[in-house]
């Protein structure tokens, strides 16, 4: 195991971290005086560290001036705990698909207008798309959001469609990714599965190579989550 590096930690951080760890099982919102009893810290410190809490959704200032957590403390939340359920049969995919297309494979989860970058195993080529997992998307016009967008649906049948799913230039000119669904018990989506890279790469004919894995490793992960990808 590699030794953690002997770095200092950050005074600021450690004071809101301070503040959002000091919510328990149970509350529902505090005011400052409980926040000043738990942290340790002065009223006028605290308001100004809510703010920046608040700016990134971590907190929420309610009417009556109590704070509560914010609704991005739920989504941390979700990403963790689906990630350990998830890891064990996604990540070997993705490995699999980056070795044998060269590309980078990922896979995104939706959360309301916004796609969550949940497992991701980058190209061996320095040129790729630096995104990390965690990182937040629109549901744009990509075609991994319009994966996620198109089978979101509790209709039965899934809408029938040629898959991969296909885009150039969305999020980035020179950037292009196939994707496809990943469903789990009941048909329920999972996921979309996507290898992206530069366009220069991912030609017609280079998708075209690669759409059968595509199309075969979402077929084996839906199978591994549950569902019958032949249903």
């Not at 689906?82 to 044998?100: D, I, K, Y």
């Not at 950037?175 to 018990?185: E, K, L, T």
């Amino acid at each position: 195991m590699r030794a953690r590096p002997k770095v200092e930690g950050v005074a600021s951080a450690d004071r809101l971290l301070t503040v959002l760890t000091a919510f328990r099982r149970g509350d529902d919102a505090l005011d400052l005086a409980e926040l000043a009893a738990r942290t340790d810290l002065v009223k006028s410190t605290i308001m100004r560290l809510c703010v920046s809490l608040e700016r990134f959704g971590l907190i929420e200032r309610i009417p009556d001036g109590r704070y509560r957590l914010g609704t991005e403390i739920a989504r941390l939340g979700s990403v963790y705990l689906q990630s350990f359920a998830l890891e064990a049969h996604v990540v070997p995919v993705l490995e699999r698909l980056v070795a044998a297309s060269g590309e980078t494979a990922s896979f995104y989860i939706r959360r309301g207008e916004h796609r969550v970058c949940l497992f991701r195993v980058d190209s061996p080529s320095p040129l790729r798309m630096h995104v990390r997992p965690g990182d937040l998307r629109p549901m744009d016009q990509s075609s991994i959001a319009q994966v996620l967008a198109r089978f979101d649906t509790t209709d039965d049948p899934a809408p029938a469609v040629t898959l991969p799913f296909h885009s150039h230039g969305v999020t980035d000119p020179h950037v292009s990714s196939s994707a496809v669904p990943v469903f789990g018990a009941g048909g329920r989506l999972v996921g979309a599965l996507a290898i992206s890279g530069p366009a220069s790469r991912l030609t017609e004919g280079h998708v075209a190579a690669i759409a059968p894995l595509l199309v075969e490793s979402a077929a084996r992960l839906t199978r591994a989550l549950g569902r019958d990808a032949g249903r």
